[in-house]
């Protein structure tokens, strides 16, 4: 039935409310524009904020963090400069280079960014928002890459990240927990599908790979990357990183200050006992047979029998510690929540 009088008028209201909310509601979508696709912003204190992973590339060092911020150092740390171009306000979790110039850096949103000039300018080659995970380690060998993460996100480069390959993170369990279910199985099954946050992923010498991997899960794999096995774990909470050592040795540290020691390549573990119970979230090797592992509340731990015993080294200000670069015997380079900073060490100590 037609309208008439007040009735028309009152649905020729509704109708241009609707139609002005409509336009209201497209030009703030057109205004919206993902962070993603944004370049990262000078930032005067960007050395001061939340970075989370450091790297080498040849003498110079390599900081990543929050909002795209890429700084470098030519001077061993002691002062810091802003990347000129990086295409992304993603966080960038990670970053890694393959010579002294060619690099690749990861990090939300599957970002994946890639420098040729070591690291003043960079440039986007993988960009997923709707996938909703982040990338959180990077591995650059060589011309090889491989980029794992969130679900067991695993992505493959063989040009140094120009492009990118994804594909399903499988592999062969021990022969011991072949056709049985552990509560660390349980747990993947029920929270998360199967596909476990591959946390770190890191070389050893030749083609020989290890993952460290949320829910007490350890991978290795002896084809750089084409194949993978699990190995046996003595934890079930997760783990953030694994350092090899001489040899078959290594170390694997997460949560809870839990630290481990294999001799065997990982086919059997014992546990290194430390004066701490924070997060542990990497490590390095030191000079003279040192190890030094950082981690959350200001933890530093410092070996000087090849990561056999640890003394801790608590810092004041208890800001979380990411990522560490060694340099020489008498210094460390952090990232972490204060933003990139340098530590003192005792040499021997």
């Known amino acids: 039935m037609p309208c008439s009088g007040v009735e028309c008028v009152d649905l020729k209201k509704a109708a241009l409310t609707v139609a002005a909310l409509a336009t209201v509601l497209l030009a703030h979508a057109a205004n919206v524009i993902d962070p993603g696709l944004l370049p990262a912003e000078a930032a005067p204190l960007a050395s001061k904020s939340l970075l989370l992973d450091l790297a080498r590339a040849g003498s110079r060092f390599v900081a990543v963090g929050e909002r795209g911020h890429v700084l470098t150092s030519d001077n061993r740390g002691q002062s810091w400069s802003q990347a000129t ?173 839990r630290l481990y020691r294999s001799d065997d390549g990982g086919q059997t573990w014992r546990k290194v006992e430390i004066s701490a119970d924070a997060m542990l979230n990497d490590a390095a090797r030191l000079p003279q047979n040192g190890v030094a592992i950082v981690g959350l509340s200001g933890t530093v731990l410092l070996s000087k029998d090849g990561g056999e015993t640890f003394t801790l080294h608590q810092q004041a200000d208890r800001k979380g510690l990411s990522a560490l670069l060694p340099v020489g015997v008498t210094e460390l380079i952090t990232a972490g929540e204060g933003g990139v900073k340098s530590i003192p060490i005792e040499a021997g100590k």
Request: net charge negative.
């Open 85 to 257: 171009t990086v295409p992304s306000q993603e966080m960038l979790t990670a970053v890694c280079f393959s010579d002294e110039k060619r690099g690749v850096a990861v990090g939300h949103d599957e970002i994946a960014l890639i420098t040729s000039d070591a690291g003043n300018t960079w440039q986007r080659t993988h960009y997923a928002p709707e996938a909703r995970q982040p990338l959180l380690d990077v591995l650059c060998n060589g011309s090889d890459v491989i980029a794992v993460g969130a679900y067991g996100a695993y992505f493959t480069s063989s040009d140094r990240g120009a492009t990118w390959t994804e594909r399903k993170f499988e592999a062969q369990q021990p022969a011991a927990a072949a056709g049985s279910k552990t509560a660390k199985d349980q747990y993947a099954d029920d929270e998360i599908g199967g596909d476990f946050h591959l946390n770190r992923i890191v070389g050893a010498s030749g083609s020989r790979l290890y993952i460290a991997a949320e829910a007490g899960h350890l991978y290795r794999s002896d084809d750089a990357g084409k194949t993978w096995n699990e190995l046996p774990s003595p934890y079930e909470g997760s783990f953030f990183g694994i350092l090899p050592l001489d040899g078959d040795s290594l170390l694997a540290y997460g949560l809870r200050g």
